[in-house]
Every structure is written in structure tokens, then in C-alpha cells.
């Protein structure tokens, strides 16, 4: 069983960048297809991005769409979160889930099977 952990979440200013990072203990990354989502306040967990065991394939939500960019490293266990020009909108509590499998474009939280406990992004207007 893999346990993840993000990091990078901080307060930014509108049009600012953050890169976020998630890292695993247990188990390599590499044995998993990647998935970043987010939850605001009062909203529900929400798919942003996902990466296939490689890297090779990648898919996005809209509205982060040519924003931000998923990316792994399997040498060094790692999965980023490249997040450019951000929105007040972007706020929200943003978490890593890994799930194995055939890759397809899941876009759900329930197609992953682990979680990490998020990290605060928080984009100031």
C-alpha cells in the first residue's frame, strides 16, 4: 500500500505560480497512474489533472486547461503540479490520489484508491 504526501501549497497572488509536489512512502509511485484533484470550501472534490504510469499521456480539466501542467519523475519517486497564472478561483485544498489499473481518462474520485491529506493553495484577488 502506497501513502502520499503533497506539498508546495501556499498563499499566492492572482497571476502568480506554484508548483505543487506529491511524494510516496510504502510503494513507488511508478507502480501507480497519478491523479491531482481539489476541493474549495463548500464544494465538492474536484479532477484536475492525471498522468499515466510513464508520462507519456496526460489529461486535464478545463479550466485549468494550458494553466497547469502534470509532470513525473520516476527516478526520483516524484509527481508535480506546475500551476501558472492563478485564479482566485484556484483556491482550494489540492490532493494527490494514485489508483493502478488500465489508463483511461479517469476523471472521478472514486477511480482512485489512495489518497494524501492535501496542501493549501490560496490565491489572493
Known amino acids: 500500500q502506497v501513502q502520499l504526501v503533497e506539498s508546495g501549497g501556499e498563499l499566492v497572488q492572482t497571476g502568480g505560480s506554484l508548483r505543487l509536489s506529491c511524494a510516496a512512502s510504502g510503494r513507488a509511485l511508478s507502480n501507480y497512474i497519478i491523479g491531482w484533484f481539489r476541493q474549495a470550501p463548500g464544494k465538492e472534490r474536484e479532477f484536475v489533472a492525471t498522468?499515466?504510469?510513464?508520462?507519456?499521456?496526460?489529461f486535464y480539466a478545463d479550466s485549468v486547461k494550458g494553466r497547469f501542467t502534470i509532470s513525473r519523475d520516476n527516478d526520483r519517486d516524484t509527481v508535480s503540479l506546475q500551476m501558472n497564472s492563478l485564479k482566485p478561483e484556484d483556491t482550494a485544498v489540492y490532493y494527490c490520489?494514485?489508483?493502478?489499473?488500465?489508463?483511461?481518462?479517469?476523471?472521478?474520485?472514486?477511480?482512485?484508491?489512495?489518497w494524501g491529506r492535501g496542501t493549501q493553495v490560496t490565491v489572493s484577488s
Open positions: 490520489a494514485a489508483r493502478g489499473g488500465s489508463w483511461y481518462y479517469a476523471t472521478s474520485a472514486t477511480d482512485f484508491n489512495y
Open positions: 498522468i499515466t504510469y510513464s508520462g507519456s499521456s496526460t
